[in-house]
């Protein structure tokens, strides 16, 4: 499904009404967008009912490595086709799909996605982009090559708050920012040892395809599927490529930054199974209109969430917001961004400051602010559909999501470098320090 030939209107002056998008090969004047769901469970579940709620989309296909998750969204779907593999899903009816929704595992996405792009299909996928940073870049260059419409699962990037913060950001509230401090209080490590033994794999699971193509490993339960992955460095992407890609959304697309120069992880030594528990992460990024020359980001992680330095210490002693950011400008003022749907707050002179909404939004394009997440939410998905139909673009799509993810994923294999500066080259897409290089991509397993 591409971008270039969305011509809704000849299919009017065709008098043709609800044909599927491949109904012409270049898909002029698509009426309805036929979807396939990869990974229904949990998040998948969210985004199948998200996606369906546009009034366009048809559900196709589902699939499901578990069954037990196929069945509850079949049965929401029933006239759907269902799967277990996604590779026979494409074999058997990729001719019936135009749009695909990829909420597995961290390490299906790369994948998933590749495998429905190469049957040109517009790709939803939910973030991090990818396990792997070659992966990342090898979706966006698959993207671009074929103008594919893509959008990355950050639904909270069109939400009211974080528009408002980068209209006031490049407004120049505080002027150009120096340092930017993120943090979850979240904790998405392990610092346990690798389990031992197997437990008997769940009926209604195929552990093969859960696998799929990372290496080979007995089933253990709770400590994988479903969710527990994301502790894991096979699988998932620790707290940082989990609310990280949330969190470092909006301050990452407020300031233009590009891939970082430098990343440091202050964080337990590596043991090759579980992410660690806590993370301090330091980035250096070449500078942008909107920051100083020297600017630097830090990312906390963990439970106990940051020390609170003079940098995050709140007007009136209150605690810190369990996860979100703070933007620090030049001169000391700052601006707090709550993670999540809360008013971003001006700090200047040790006081919360009051400012004018409207001189920051001079062409009235934030609308009103709905805070109600059944609302919002909706708007990311449906961006997407609409861009399936030629209306628009996404604002999350993989030219943008590549690079976020990049910036993530870095500061992930820093982790197994406790301590370690690492110079990073955009250009090469790699480290000077050879023995991180060995992280930027996987080995991929037949299966
Ligand atoms: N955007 C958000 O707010 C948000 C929130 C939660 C999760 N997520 C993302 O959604 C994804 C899924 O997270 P989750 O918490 O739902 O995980 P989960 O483990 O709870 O669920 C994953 C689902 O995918 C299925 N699955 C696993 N491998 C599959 C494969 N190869 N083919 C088909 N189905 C497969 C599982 O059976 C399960 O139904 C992750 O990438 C996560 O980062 C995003």
């Given at each position: 499904m591409k971008k270039r030939d969305f011509l809704k209107t000849s299919s009017l002056a065709l008098g043709a009404a609800m044909l599927p998008l491949s109904f012409w090969s270049c898909n002029k004047g698509a009426q309805v967008v036929r979807t396939a769901h990869i990974g229904v469970g949990n998040m998948g579940f969210e985004d199948l009912k998200a996606i369906a709620s546009h009034p366009k989309v048809v559900v196709t296909a589902l699939c499901d490595v578990d069954q037990h998750y196929l069945?509850?969204?079949?049965?929401l779907f029933p006239e759907a086709q269902i799967f277990q593999d996604y590779r026979r899903m494409f074999e058997t009816m990729a001719d019936q799909i135009d749009a695909v929704v990829v909420s597995t595992p961290d390490h299906t996405h790369a994948p998933a996605s590749l495998l429905?792009?190469?049957?040109d299909k517009a790709v939803y996928c939910q973030k991090p982009l990818s396990h792997y940073v070659s992966e990342s870049r090898e979706m966006r260059s698959v993207a671009r090559k074929k103008g594919l419409v893509?959008?990355?699962g950050i639904q909270v990037h069109s939400f009211y708050?974080?528009?408002?913060?980068?209209?006031?950001?490049?407004?120049?509230?505080?002027?150009?920012?120096?340092?930017?401090?993120?943090?979850?209080n979240k904790n998405w490590g392990y610092d346990g040892p690798v389990p031992e033994g197997a437990d008997p794999v769940p009926a209604s699971l195929d552990w093969n395809l859960w696998l799929g193509t990372s290496q080979e490993r007995p089933y253990k339960e709770g400590y994988y599927h479903p969710g527990n992955w994301r502790k894991l460095m096979d699988?998932?992407?620790?707290?940082l490529g989990d609310m990280g890609v949330h969190i470092f959304d909006t301050p990452y697309a407020a300031l233009e930054l590009d891939v970082p120069n430098t990343i440091t992880n202050h964080c337990r030594p590596t043991n090759g199974y579980g992410y660690p528990e806590r993370n301090s992460v330091h980035y250096t990024f070449e500078g942008t209109p909107y920051t100083t020359a020297d600017f630097?980001?830090?990312?906390?992680?963990?439970?106990?969430?940051?020390?609170?330095?003079?940098?995050?210490?709140?007007?009136?002693g209150e605690a810190l917001p369990e996860q979100g950011a703070m933007f620090i400008g030049e001169d000391g003022r700052r601006l707090l961004l709550p993670h999540f749907m809360q008013l971003p707050k001006l700090i200047v002179e040790g006081a919360y400051t009051d400012y004018d909404i409207k001189a920051y939004d001079t062409e009235e394009t934030l609308g009103e602010a709905i805070r109600d997440y059944a609302r919002e939410s909706p708007k990311h998905y449906h961006e997407f559909i609409e861009s399936c139909l030629g209306n628009?673009?996404?604002?999350?799509?993989?030219?943008?999501?590549?690079?976020?993810?990049e910036t993530i994923l870095l500061g992930v294999i820093a982790g197994r470098f406790p301590g370690q500066v690492l110079h990073y080259d955009k250009a090469s897409s790699a480290?000077?320090?050879?023995?991180a290089n060995a992280f930027l991509q996987g080995n991929h397993r037949s299966f």
């Open positions: 069945k509850t969204a079949h049965a429905a792009m190469e049957h893509t959008q990355m708050d974080y528009k408002l913060a980068t209209m006031l950001v490049q407004g120049g509230i505080i002027g150009k920012v120096r340092k930017v401090i993120a943090w979850s699988y998932g992407c620790a707290t630097e980001w830090w990312w906390f992680d963990g439970e106990a969430g940051p020390k609170i330095s003079d940098e995050l210490r709140l007007p009136t628009g673009n996404c604002s999350a799509d993989f030219d943008y999501a590549a690079r976020l993810t480290f000077t320090a050879q023995e």
